[in-house]
């Protein structure tokens, strides 16, 4: 069966941290794999990412793929309390038409 | 991208009752979803909606409590049929742009069935 593990679950930091959320998955036929940063109601897109060792970045944000060892990591520098959040993954299954999410990390970040 | 508007925002409802959730996209696209979150929750998806033809839903969600309408590429409608206390969640319409594949979600319908 194929599924998608966020780790970890929550984070609490104080701001100026540095975290790091891991995404990883164990999927047929892997196609994508998207990150979301979800405030309130609706998940707003981040990254997507296909290619191994292609690092994604915006800003304090960056992601990168490891197709071999299925897994992918979000990076957020210099954490500020508007990052406060839950991180969401999903990785695209080719022959599905449709992305499978990860149970997330909720992440508090103390000013 | 894709801007996604979604109706109505949020509402109460009282059991038994039915609501329906419109979602409209500012282009063509094939593939739209809905997704269901439970408080404390992950996404879950609801059902693929298909121009033209009947829905493809996941496993748990059956036509009847959650009918879907896609009478074309740029919108759709849910149907939270007779509701009860467990249906109150938050409900969001999805798309996934062609080429780039990468997947929008509209602002969320929150849901509160008393």
């Known amino acids: 069966e194929d599924k998608v593990v966020q780790s970890p679950l929550s984070l609490v930091v104080h701001e100026g941290d540095t975290v790091t959320l891991n995404c990883s998955y164990e999927v047929t036929n892997f196609r994508s794999l998207l990150w979301y940063k979800q405030e309130k109601k609706a998940p707003t897109f981040l990254f997507m990412l296909?290619?191994?060792?292609i690092e994604k970045k915006s800003g304090r944000l960056s992601s990168i793929l490891d197709k071999k060892e299925l897994f992918s990591i979000l990076n957020i520098t210099a954490t500020q309390t508007g990052d406060s959040a839950i991180y969401l993954c999903a990785v695209w299954v080719s022959g599905t038409y449709k992305y499978i999410f990860g149970t997330g990390t909720r992440l508090k970040v103390l000013a | 991208s894709a801007v996604i508007s979604q109706k109505p925002s949020r509402d109460i409802c009282q059991r038994g009752t039915s609501l329906t959730i419109q979602c409209q996209v500012d282009?063509?696209?094939?593939?739209m979803f809905w997704y269901r979150q439970q408080p404390g929750q992950s996404l879950t998806l609801i059902a693929t909606?298909?121009?033209?033809?009947?829905?493809?839903?996941e496993s748990g969600f059956v036509i009847d409590k959650f009918p879907i309408s896609r009478p074309n590429l740029t919108f759709s409608t849910l149907t939270v049929s007779n509701m009860s206390p467990e249906d109150s969640s938050i409900y969001l319409c999805?798309?996934?742009?062609?080429?780039?594949?990468?997947?929008?979600f509209g602002p969320g319908t929150r849901l509160t069935v008393t």
């Open positions: 282009s063509q696209v094939t593939m």
């Open positions: 999805s798309v996934v742009t062609p080429y780039l594949w990468e997947q929008y």
């Open positions: 909606a298909n121009q033209g033809s009947e829905a493809t839903y």
């Open positions: 296909t290619s191994s060792g």
